[in-house]
């Protein structure tokens, strides 16, 4: 599977203020700094913050033509990402609120339908997944994620190894992962149909 | 970071199940910034993880499981030649049995005759808890829950209608310590036009006064949270402990 490519094209329609463009990038890469800062910051505020700011700073710098790599955008927006975290570590709690907020537009991850319809359907899939494994399985997975246990103290009651809950996690994911890129691909035939051509993600 | 290292170690599966240390972990976030593949990879994980989560903390209510509390290390079972263990084994000659035997048996059965039912009573009478309405996201508190120390209330929670499939209410002492967190089913909640309210118990526990936040946050299925607002209320102890 691939990503198309994040390109001068891309780079120019999110200068330009395409909201399909933006919106994408708000989505897939403001997913990827949730993820990075999870393990990093606590607070769901703080991490909304360092989100915020960054994505906020990217686009500053995309008005200021200093993105000279288009291709190299992950490693543009993680190195700005990890200024942001480095200046809020210094501070040492939550960012001040920043004053311009309201001049950096970008857009805003609001609830629609469509979002709850899709969150339906992953909760569904999510579902059916934990359904097809064994009890012994989905209490491994239970005590790991949301009793937070510790790992090797779960591995040592259920007599099984590091690497066995790695792989299990790892079969979990890739079957969500299919039924996942698979939705993702009909929607990107039905955007096609409708001729919205904005980057999605697509199996090969 | 070259990519089919990254596949062939399980690099997504170690981080997302916390394993990497730093670098490892920001050597590989610099990897799937840049590396569509693992992109996908690691969202669909954590997507998975997250959800699970969620559902799995449904299971865990309707068993009855909750998050435990930190305690303290287990202690590691002793070698069966331990010394102290002929010492234990001493203690169940008759001399000492017996009489400890006929001692936990009255503690048994004080509980059973005595504890036990005036408990059972009291869970299974109806009485008025204390209460507040707390409106989640509107500026101003004002409630005041006025407790016997050890005693649970009641918390309306309210919030604007706000299209989220689940929420989790989270309550904050004073100190602004996370004292619980709570998912909140769908199907709980009692709607009407353009609000939803939550009824909360809150169970007894040793609780200072002072000024509690209620944070509510939204959940998506794909695992974000975003706060969709808080209120507070004052709680304040009283030592009336004799009125009924």
């Not at chain 1, 937070?148 to 809950?165: I, M, S, W």
């Amino acid at each position: 599977m691939q990503f198309q490519s994040f390109d001068q094209s891309y780079l120019d329609r999110l200068r330009a203020g395409d909201f399909r463009a933006q919106e994408h990038f708000g989505a897939y890469f403001g997913a990827l700094i949730q993820i990075k800062l999870r393990s990093r910051l606590k607070s769901p505020e703080a991490i909304e913050d360092v989100r915020q700011e960054t994505l906020a700073r990217f686009f500053v710098a995309l008005r200021d033509g200093r993105i000279l790599q288009p291709e190299r955008l992950g490693s543009f927006v993680i190195s700005i990402c990890n200024h942001v975290l480095l200046e809020h570590y210094r501070v040492g709690s939550r960012l001040d609120s920043l004053d311009d907020d309201q001049q950096r537009d970008f857009p805003a991850k609001g609830t629609d339908l469509l979002s709850l319809l899709a969150a339906k359907e992953t909760e569904k899939k999510v579902r059916e997944i934990l359904d097809q494994l064994s009890e012994r399985d989905r209490r491994v997975l239970r005590e790991v994620f949301f009793e937070e246990r510790d790992k090797d103290e779960v591995c040592r009651n259920f007599g099984v190894d590091r690497d066995y809950l790695r792989v299990l996690l790892h079969r979990a994911k890739q079957s969500f992962k299919s039924l996942y890129l698979k939705d993702k691909d009909q929607d990107r035939d039905k955007n096609k149909n409708l001729g919205n051509d904005a980057p999605e993600l697509t199996s090969t | 970071m070259d990519h089919e290292l990254v596949a062939r170690q399980r690099m997504t599966e170690r981080y997302l199940l916390g394993e990497l240390d730093a670098d490892a972990r920001q050597e590989f976030e610099e990897h799937f910034f840049d590396c569509p593949d693992c992109a996908v990879d690691v969202r669909a994980g954590a997507l998975f993880v997250e959800q699970s989560k969620v559902l799995l903390a449904d299971e865990s209510q309707l068993a009855g499981v909750s998050r435990p509390v930190p305690t303290l290390v287990r202690a590691k079972p002793a070698p069966a030649n331990a010394p102290w263990v002929a010492a234990l084994l001493g203690m169940f000659k008759p001399a000492f049995a017996v009489p400890v035997m006929a001692a936990l048996l009255a503690v048994v059965g004080y509980q059973n005759l005595v504890t036990y039912p005036q408990l059972k009573l009291a869970l299974n009478s109806p009485r008025v808890l204390p209460f507040a309405f707390v409106n989640v996201g509107s500026w101003g508190g004002g409630q005041v829950v006025s407790i016997r120390p050890g005693e649970g209330f009641l918390l309306f929670a309210r919030i604007s209608a706000d299209g989220y499939p689940r929420h989790v209410a989270e309550l904050y002492n004073p100190a602004g310590k996370l004292e619980w967190s709570l998912p909140i089913p769908s199907s709980e909640r009692d709607t009407s036009p353009g609000q939803d309210q939550y009824p909360l118990q809150v169970p007894g526990a040793r609780r200072e006064a002072g000024i509690y936040t209620l944070v509510v946050r939204g959940l998506t299925a794909a695992g974000e949270s975003k706060e969709v607002g808080r209120g507070s209320f004052e709680l304040q102890l009283r030592n009336d402990t004799n009125d009924k």
